[in-house]
């Protein structure tokens, strides 16, 4: 089952402007209640709700939202963490958005995937784990929402896998996945092939190739200006044969 967590919630009128750091100055942490087309604004003790939430799946956890008005009225809703802002450098909470469900309607979450156990295809088999599905997306009543999904992986060899359809889940869930995907599979590391001898030595032998080409070129250049160097002797000869006398 998900953690169920009880946190205390001031409702706060103003939205917007300096409010929110007036409120995180002052050790507190501006939050969003949406749910049926409408939002509150709330207010939360910092320390409470880092504490909640400390290594806890924003998803999977149950929130029992104890909500204080101005006047002290105080009403409870359920809902879920919808998104967690952290300052980066402060490592802080900043703000926080809830959804509010009900407890008879089901919901529809991302819940997380661990795998149990060992596959004997990786301890014995020299294969690798692929975790290919880290969420499987669920639809079950609040009161059925696991907190998350166990897989045992023990028996898988190498080439094996345990697609969606054949994870065991708790009652009262469907899963909304498509069956035939894998969550879990064994796999060989790929290992790059040397290339063989005669790819090697065709590698080799291309940039010679390229050269005996440029080779080729220059002999054919250097036979055409040879050409060009004996065509003005043909030229000077001709015309030695037509200065000459005639004989009488």
Same mark, same amino acid.
């Not at 967590?5 to 209640?33: D, F, M, N, T, Y």
């Not at 402060?90 to 997380?112: C, G, M, Q």
């Not at 080729?216 to 003005?232: I, L, M, N, V, Y």
């Given at each position: ?6 946190? $205390? ?25 949406? *749910?049926?087309? /409408? ?15 400390? *290594? ?17 009225? /105080? /009403? ?28 008879? $309607? $089901? ?108 080779? *080729? ?20 000869? $001709? ?10």
């Amino acid at each position: 089952m998900a953690k169920r967590l009880g946190i $205390k919630a001031k409702v706060r009128a103003e939205i917007g402007g300096r409010r929110p750091r007036r409120i995180r100055s002052s050790g507190r942490v501006p939050a969003i209640l949406y *749910g049926a087309g /409408t939002s509150q604004a709330l207010e939360l003790n910092g320390r409470e709700i880092a504490e909640a939430l400390h *290594g806890a799946s924003s998803e999977s956890v149950l929130i029992d939202l104890t909500l204080e008005s101005e006047g002290g009225a /105080t /009403t409870k809703k359920i809902a879920l963490i919808r998104e967690v802002q952290h300052d980066p450098l402060r490592d802080t909470i900043e703000h926080v958005d809830f959804h509010a469900i009900e407890e008879n $309607k $089901k919901l529809r979450v991302e819940v997380p995937v661990h795998e149990i156990g060992e596959a004997v295809g990786v301890r014995t088999g020299g294969g690798i784990l692929d975790h290919n599905l880290r969420t499987l997306r669920v639809e079950c009543l609040p009161k059925d929402l696991p907190e998350r999904i166990d897989v045992d992986v023990s028996a898988l060899e190498v080439g094996q896998a345990i697609h969606v359809g054949e994870v065991k889940l708790p009652d009262g869930v469907t899963v909304l996945n498509t069956k035939e995907l894998p969550v879990f599979m064994v796999l060989l590391p790929k290992v790059e092939e040397a290339p063989t001898p005669e790819a090697a030595a065709a590698a080799a032998a291309e940039p010679e190739v390229i050269r005996q080409k440029k080779e *080729g070129e220059e002999t054919a250049g250097g036979a055409a200006e040879k050409s060009d160097k004996k065509e003005p002797a043909k030229a000077e000869a $001709k015309e030695g044969a037509k200065k000459e006398p005639a004989k009488k």
